[in-house]
């Protein structure tokens, strides 16, 4: 008997395997004012061109303009893994005259997928849910600014509770190394004094080596992300071709790291931490929304389950949200409470009938 | 030498004394003038002044005009007969240089609002302009510094000096323009704010013993500042322009344009240019105000090129050997006066080397008039006591009055 090697160290590679086989899902929500170049972006991340047949409005259509949802899926295989990447775009915000309100189609459109979760975490053949979650929110701020601006705080305070949210400054080729710093710092100080959550990233384990735990902490001092994307590459004679902007006083490198914190943003989003946008958004997001909700609906004060399920059938246009899902819980549990009687009925059955037969057993034998 | 901006070459008419070859263009003027053929001296031109006493109309407006900034060159020394017969040098042309003189002595006021959301460079763009610190930053990283809920106007003063010429500049800064979640009449304020300087220009005009010289706080030129997004203008601009194109000369810019390649800037500025023609807003130099086929085709070729994209900047740098003002990045130098950088030096010849004048002449003539006329049609404000109007003043002739929507 080897007592040295039990092999459950193969665990990871096991699950290495299943999760391969089952591909990732991600979806991803974009948002800020248009402008910014959100679209470049999300096209330099992942290499696609997502966009290609996007019509950009006129001002004067964007003059009546309500906000819209838009999703986009991709398929983006990499190395035999698949990603299955949605994208939410939020075009018309901060667009209008009046933006009062405009945030509320996102939260909406946000809290929309954490019901339908819900609905179907509560429903029968969970086999194969859907996770149409929110996993993370890029949101762009302004270069041209001076921090935050009213309506970037009103998002946030809206959003930060459902949401990862991932701060990102665009177009920041707009910015000298100075300004940058100090606009970064700006918005951080900002964030604090509203009180909003970000995206925290995990602090790394402390068995990692120096250089990565240097890495770590230079990744996290540089968020919010300034970024710069662009898929032309560019070709000037003597150096080598670069994914940049050609000004004509030198060209922006989109990779290098001096110019813009894309490298960052890609590692982070997408190379280490896409998991834990993941995670989090399931362990803490979602739990958090679904507590709320069931609180919600537990507080109107009826104890027992028949009243309970009697009032949610009478008061279902006035509570709003997973009344579905409780009722087809409360159904779920009488018939398992029916089917556990009827097996203990039968129980008692068959042992009246043992005992019947071995009564009768003693007779015979007595006779 | 350093910080020539170049007003002053307003006065670059040569006098009677010079010979008819000498070039008669200032320095560093015009990069996109053409030499206009040699003419006659002419008086300085009004914009077909309508109603009011023409004597004194004239003569107000003679200690305040300047001479034509696209100076022509004198009539040789040698009279040769052209239409009249002129049997003698008579010395017409040293009117010119009498009025040098006086404005000199006198110097000019030029009011300039700058409006566009915080953040985009617009007091910088101001200082970049005049060469000195006319507008105050709302120093950016200050963390007590809050966007203040209505649109403020704050108007400051400086009188600034060169080659012998004072000017008389305000800056007139408009902090908290769209900068709200809602900007619903954000723009109203401004337009109270310039009706409010007409109506005292007015007041002072109609007064029975008024000032030899009435002080202009008139609005003659409002940069309208554009967020360099690429796509399109936002439905606030729009609004904007359309609400004061009337009302004012507009002069939209791009502002920090180096975010933006020479392709996407080209795109952007015909889209911007479609925008605005589509929704009939005429920014300055207006199509209507065109006198004759000259200024047609100098100020056609100005309106291709606008709005144009700037660059502003306080600092200097070190490049090739000189000092530059730019702005420093890790993938290069934005020089600021660079043509192949930007458009500033465009819109700094613009405004104050070529146009000067004729943004004053305008509001005066133009939109002031509107104003007035509008004004006294409504009959309303002033009491019958004050001004005598029905009695002294000719009736205004019917002209329709464009209001401001």
Same mark, same amino acid.
């Given at each position: 008997? /080897?007592?040295?090697?039990?092999?459950?160290?193969?665990?990871?590679?096991?699950?290495?395997?299943?999760?391969?086989?089952?591909?990732?899902?991600?979806?991803?929500?974009?948002?800020?004012?248009?402008?910014?170049?959100? #679209?470049?972006?999300?096209?330099?991340?992942?290499?696609?061109?997502?966009?290609?047949?996007?019509?950009? %409005?006129?001002? #004067?259509?964007?003059?009546?303009?309500?906000?819209?949802?838009?999703?986009?899926? +991709?398929?983006?295989?990499?190395?035999?893994?698949?990603?299955?990447?949605?994208? +939410?775009?939020?075009?018309?915000?901060?667009?209008?005259?009046?933006? #009062?309100?405009?945030?509320?189609?996102?939260?909406?459109?946000?809290?929309?997928?954490?019901?339908?979760?819900?609905?179907?975490?509560?429903?029968?053949?969970? &086999?194969?849910?859907? /996770?149409?979650?929110?996993?993370?929110?890029?949101?762009?701020?302004?270069?041209?600014?001076?921090?935050?601006?009213?309506?970037?705080?009103?998002?946030?305070?809206?959003?930060?509770?459902?949401?990862?949210?991932?701060?990102?400054?665009?177009?920041? /080729?707009?910015?000298?190394?100075?300004?940058?710093?100090?606009?970064?710092?700006?918005?951080?100080?900002?964030? &604090?004094?509203?009180?909003?959550?970000?995206?925290?990233?995990?602090?790394?384990?402390?068995?990692?080596?120096?250089?990565?735990?240097?890495?770590?902490?230079?990744?996290?001092?540089?968020?919010?992300?300034? +970024?710069?994307?662009?898929?032309?590459?560019?070709?000037?004679?003597?150096?080598?071709?670069?994914?940049?902007?050609?000004?004509?006083?030198?060209?922006?490198? +989109?990779?290098? %790291?001096?110019?813009?914190?894309?490298?960052?943003?890609?590692?982070?989003?997408?190379?280490?931490?896409?998991?834990?946008?993941?995670?989090?958004?399931?362990?803490?997001?979602?739990?958090?929304?679904?507590?709320?909700?069931?609180?919600?609906?537990?507080?109107?004060?009826?104890?027992?389950?028949? #009243?309970?399920?009697?009032?949610?059938?009478?008061?279902?246009?006035?509570?709003?949200?997973?009344?579905?899902?409780?009722?087809?819980?409360?159904?779920?549990?009488?018939?398992? /409470?029916?089917?556990?009687?009827?097996?203990?009925?039968?129980?008692?059955?068959?042992?009246?009938?043992?005992?019947?037969?071995?009564?009768?057993?003693?007779?015979?034998?007595?006779? | 030498?350093?910080?020539?901006?170049?007003?002053?070459?307003?006065?670059?008419?040569?006098?009677?004394?010079?010979?008819?070859?000498?070039?008669?263009?200032?320095?560093?003027?015009?990069?996109?003038?053409?030499?206009?053929?040699?003419?006659?001296?002419?008086?300085?031109?009004?914009?077909?002044?309508?109603?009011?006493?023409?004597?004194?109309?004239?003569?107000?407006?003679?200690?305040?005009?300047?001479?034509? *900034?696209?100076?022509?060159?004198?009539? *040789?020394?040698?009279?040769?007969?052209?239409?009249?017969?002129? !049997?003698?040098?008579?010395?017409?042309?040293?009117?010119?240089?009498?009025?040098?003189?006086?404005?000199?002595?006198?110097?000019?006021?030029?009011?300039?609002?700058?409006?566009?959301?915080?953040?985009?460079?617009?007091?910088?763009?101001?200082?970049?302009?005049? $060469?000195?610190?006319?507008?105050?930053?709302?120093?950016?990283?200050?963390?007590?510094?809050?966007?203040?809920?209505?649109?403020?106007?704050?108007?400051?003063?400086?009188?600034?000096?060169?080659?012998?010429?004072?000017?008389?500049?305000?800056?007139?800064?408009?902090?908290?323009?769209?900068?709200?979640?809602?900007?619903?009449?954000?723009?109203?304020?401004?337009? $109270?704010?310039?009706?409010?300087?007409?109506?005292?220009? !007015?007041?002072?005009?109609?007064?029975?013993?008024?000032?030899?010289?009435?002080?202009?706080?008139?609005?003659?030129?409002?940069?309208?500042?554009?967020?360099?997004?690429?796509?399109?203008?936002?439905?606030?601009?729009?609004?904007?322009?359309?609400?004061?194109? $009337?009302?004012?000369?507009?002069?939209?810019?791009?502002?920090?344009?180096?975010?933006?390649?020479?392709?996407?800037?080209?795109?952007?500025?015909?889209?911007?240019?479609?925008?605005?023609?589509?929704?009939?807003?005429?920014?300055?130099?207006?199509?209507?105000?065109?006198?004759?086929?000259?200024?047609?085709?100098?100020?056609?070729?100005?309106?291709?090129?606008?709005?144009?994209?700037?660059?502003?900047?306080?600092?200097?740098?070190?490049?090739?050997?000189?000092?530059?003002?730019?702005?420093?990045?890790?993938?290069?130098?934005?020089?600021?006066?660079?043509?192949?950088?930007?458009?500033?030096?465009?819109?700094?010849?613009?405004?104050?080397?070529?146009? !000067?004048?004729?943004?004053?002449?305008?509001?005066?003539?133009?939109?002031?008039?509107?104003?007035?006329?509008?004004?006294?049609?409504?009959?309303?404000?002033?009491?019958?006591?004050?001004?005598? !109007?029905?009695?002294?003043?000719?009736?205004?002739?019917?002209?329709?009055?464009?209001?401001?929507?």
């Amino acid at each position: 008997m /080897d007592k040295e090697y039990v092999g459950f160290a193969a665990l990871p590679n096991q699950l290495h395997r299943k999760s391969i086989k089952k591909g990732f899902d991600f979806t991803l929500m974009v948002a800020g004012e248009s402008g910014l170049g959100k #679209s470049t972006l999300i096209n330099s991340l992942f290499l696609t061109n997502l966009y290609e047949d996007r019509q950009l %409005p006129e001002a #004067s259509a964007r003059l009546t303009q309500t906000l819209t949802i838009e999703r986009r899926g +991709v398929e983006i295989e990499e190395g035999g893994i698949k990603v299955k990447l949605t994208l +939410v775009d939020t075009p018309g915000f901060g667009d209008s005259v009046d933006c #009062s309100d405009c945030w509320l189609p996102v939260v909406r459109f946000i809290e929309e997928q954490f019901e339908q979760y819900l609905r179907d975490e509560s429903g029968l053949n969970r &086999k194969n849910i859907q /996770d149409s979650r929110v996993h993370c929110c890029l949101y762009f701020i302004s270069p041209f600014g001076r921090g935050l601006r009213p309506l970037d705080v009103a998002f946030l305070r809206a959003v930060h509770e459902k949401v990862n949210i991932i701060p990102v400054i665009g177009k920041a /080729d707009a910015l000298m190394p100075r300004e940058t710093q100090a606009l970064k710092q700006k918005i951080r100080d900002q964030l &604090k004094e509203e009180e909003i959550n970000i995206y925290q990233f995990p602090d790394c384990d402390s068995d990692e080596d120096e250089d990565f735990k240097r890495q770590d902490a230079e990744m996290k001092e540089s968020i919010p992300f300034a +970024v710069v994307g662009s898929c032309e590459v560019v070709r000037d004679k003597g150096t080598r071709p670069v994914r940049g902007r050609r000004y004509s006083w030198g060209t922006v490198e +989109v990779e290098n %790291p001096h110019h813009c914190d894309f490298l960052n943003l890609r590692r982070m989003l997408v190379q280490t931490h896409l998991q834990d946008l993941k995670e989090v958004t399931h362990d803490l997001l979602y739990e958090g929304y679904r507590a709320r909700c069931l609180q919600s609906l537990a507080r109107p004060g009826a104890r027992d389950r028949a #009243s309970r399920s009697k009032l949610s059938r009478r008061s279902t246009t006035e509570i709003p949200l997973p009344m579905l899902p409780l009722a087809e819980t409360e159904k779920l549990i009488r018939e398992k /409470d029916e089917e556990l009687r009827r097996m203990q009925e039968m129980l008692e059955k068959m042992q009246a009938q043992v005992q019947q037969s071995q009564a009768q057993g003693e007779q015979s034998a007595a006779l | 030498m350093g910080k020539r901006t170049g007003f002053s070459c307003v006065w670059r008419c040569p006098g009677p004394a010079s010979p008819a070859g000498r070039a008669p263009f200032p320095t560093g003027a015009g990069l996109f003038l053409s030499l206009p053929s040699p003419l006659p001296p002419t008086i300085p031109r009004t914009h077909g002044a309508t109603s009011g006493l023409p004597e004194t109309r004239t003569d107000a407006a003679m200690s305040e005009l300047v001479p034509e *900034p696209r100076p022509k060159p004198a009539v *040789p020394m040698k009279p040769v007969s052209i239409n009249t017969n002129l !049997l003698g040098y008579i010395g017409i042309d040293t009117i010119i240089e009498q009025m040098r003189k006086k404005t000199m002595k006198t110097g000019f006021d030029f009011n300039i609002m700058v409006v566009g959301q915080s953040g985009l460079g617009k007091s910088t763009l101001v200082n970049t302009l005049f $060469k000195s610190q006319v507008s105050r930053k709302a120093s950016s990283w200050n963390r007590e510094e809050k966007i203040p809920k209505t649109v403020e106007i704050k108007a400051i003063g400086h009188v600034i000096e060169e080659g012998g010429v004072k000017m008389k500049l305000t800056v007139i800064d408009t902090p908290g323009f769209g900068d709200q979640i809602n900007n619903e009449n954000c723009w109203e304020p401004i337009e $109270k704010y310039i009706n409010e300087q007409y109506e005292k220009f !007015l007041k002072e005009e109609v007064n029975i013993a008024r000032k030899k010289r009435i002080p202009d706080t008139r609005v003659h030129c409002c940069l309208y500042f554009i967020s360099p997004t690429g796509h399109s203008l936002r439905p606030l601009d729009l609004e904007f322009m359309k609400h004061l194109s $009337k009302v004012v000369n507009i002069i939209p810019v791009i502002a920090k344009a180096d975010t933006m390649t020479l392709e996407e800037k080209s795109e952007f500025k015909q889209r911007v240019r479609k925008e605005l023609e589509v929704h009939g807003i005429e920014f300055y130099p207006q199509k209507e105000f065109d006198e004759d086929l000259e200024d047609k085709t100098e100020n056609d070729k100005i309106r291709e090129s606008m709005p144009f994209a700037v660059v502003g900047s306080d600092k200097e740098y070190q490049v090739n050997g000189k000092r530059v003002l730019g702005r420093k990045t890790p993938w290069g130098i934005i020089e600021v006066e660079n043509l192949h950088h930007c458009e500033f030096a465009l819109l700094r010849d613009f405004v104050i080397r070529t146009h !000067l004048q004729d943004l004053k002449e305008v509001t005066h003539n133009i939109h002031y008039e509107t104003y007035r006329a509008k004004r006294l049609n409504d009959n309303g404000g002033l009491p019958p006591g004050e001004g005598l !109007l029905g009695s002294v003043l000719p009736p205004v002739p019917a002209t329709p009055c464009p209001t401001a929507e």
